[in-house]
């Protein structure tokens, strides 16, 4: 049983996500999402749209994704994968190098980003937000 864990916000949940977590799952059999709580998000500098229940709540529909846990600080990676029995930590690759400390622990892989999506880029359409590059 080869088991995955991603991080992310996840907020308004896009194809980018969801091809993240298709791929991600398809490294192994069992695949863990560390969602960002709503505290963790303000932190981080991001404020999402739909809350952390929510977000999680999506997360579980999701039929790459086999358990849901809350991210609450930049420090728990080391613990969360010793805990969880983790093989592979998988981020997008807008993350590449951040996390590879992890390596003492697990597989770190990077995976590219989808081009042409963000949830900064629906606000933008939107009308929602002034325009960031993310
Ligand atoms: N992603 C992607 N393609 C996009 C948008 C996002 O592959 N077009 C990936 C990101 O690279 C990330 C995951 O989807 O791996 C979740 O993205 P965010 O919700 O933006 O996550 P972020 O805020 O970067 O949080 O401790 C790590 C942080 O919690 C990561």
């Not at 949830?119 to 325009?131: H, S, V």
């Amino acid at each position: 049983m080869t088991r995955v864990i991603t991080y992310g916000t996840f907020d308004l949940l896009h194809k980018g996500h969801v091809r993240l977590l298709k791929r991600a799952k398809a490294l192994g059999d069992h695949l863990t999402v560390c969602v960002s709580t709503d505290e963790f998000n303000a932190i981080k500098g991001k404020k999402a749209y739909t809350s952390f229940e929510d977000r999680k709540y999506i997360l579980e529909a999701i039929k790459y994704v086999d358990e849901v846990i809350p991210e609450e600080n930049w420090d728990q990676k080391i613990n969360d994968v010793k805990e969880h029995n983790i093989d592979i930590f998988v981020m997008g690759d807008d993350w590449k190098g951040q996390f590879d400390f992890l390596s003492d622990y697990c597989k770190v892989v990077y995976l590219p980003r989808t081009e042409g999506i963000s949830t900064t880029k629906i606000k933008r359409d939107l009308g929602l937000a002034e325009y960031k590059k993310d």
